[in-house]
């Protein structure tokens, strides 16, 4: 598979994976085409880079998502390689915020 096609492939099966929690999710690019919309939209507030690679440059990759990010949006990548589980990785800080609210909320 071409890496166009693939990461096409991998922009679907992450829209698809989050659709199965109940976000109405589905790829960007589809629809719209523009430089810097996310590669999956839907979740309110979260940039989405979806990375579908064997050998990927997560710098390079968290980069480009902070590049991409609107204002108020969290830069998030979301990445895998043949036959692994999906990860996301993100800053530190944009983390500890989510975990932060997560936690007020659970305190109750």
Known sequence: ?????????????????????????????????????????GLPGIHLEIKRVEKLNISNAVAQS??????????VVMHRKNRELWLVTMTFLDWIKLYQAW??????
């Open 1 to 41: 598979m071409n890496s166009k096609r693939k990461g096409s492939a991998g922009e679907r099966e992450a829209a698809n994976l989050l659709r199965q929690y109940g976000y109405d999710t589905r790829r960007g690019v589809q629809y719209s085409g523009i430089n810097g919309d996310a590669d999956v939209v």
């Open 66 to 75: 902070i590049r991409d990010a609107r204002e108020n949006e969290i830069p």
């Open 103 to 108: 936690e007020r909320e659970n305190a109750r």
